[in-house]
């Protein structure tokens, strides 16, 4: 009998906090390149002012520091859910693939969220965050699932958290 691996709560948390990490990283580089130059992009209907682009950093910054938070929490129990999902093997590699599609649509409503948040506490206002956060969309779209579908590799050929059985 091929029983599935026990795989200890502490990888999912490890495994959290190394795509936080790298995820945050993105988003952070990401919206700070919007945030300073969008303006300064002529195919972009949306000109910010002075002021946006002098708070570019710290705008940046709010939205990684909330995103690091809220997507830490929303990961964990994404991946307790997959854990418990068996309907697909999970060496197979079409599992990793609807794993990464599953979570951008996740995180890409989070981001999107925390864009309009951010906007509306640093900036009185909403005007342009939802071609930011469209943006932001559209470039994460390819990065994270890039950057995730590879954490996820990573982590599968490592042995850390996991109670193999003894047949």
Do not use: C
């Amino acid at each position: 009998m091929n029983k599935k691996p026990h795989v200890q709560r502490k990888r999912h948390v490890a495994k959290a906090i190394t795509w936080r990490l790298i995820g945050t990283l993105d988003t952070w580089l990401i919206s700070w390149v919007l945030l300073t130059y969008i303006g300064e992009v002529s195919f972009f209907t949306v000109k910010f002012s002075k002021e946006v682009a002098d708070k570019a950093t710290y705008a940046a910054t709010y939205i990684a520091t909330l995103e690091l938070i809220s997507k830490t929490v929303l990961y964990y129990f994404h991946e307790r859910v997959w854990y418990n999902i068996s309907w697909a093997k999970q060496e197979q590699q079409i599992r990793h693939i609807i794993k990464t599609i599953s979570w951008r649509l996740i995180g890409a409503l989070d981001t999107i969220l925390l864009v309009f948040i951010v906007f509306y506490f640093m900036f009185s206002t909403t005007e342009g965050a939802s071609t930011v956060a469209l943006s932001m969309f559209s470039i994460e779209i390819i990065t994270k699932m890039f950057l995730y579908y590879f954490h996820e590799r990573v982590w599968f050929i490592s042995n850390f958290g996991v109670i193999k059985n003894k047949d």
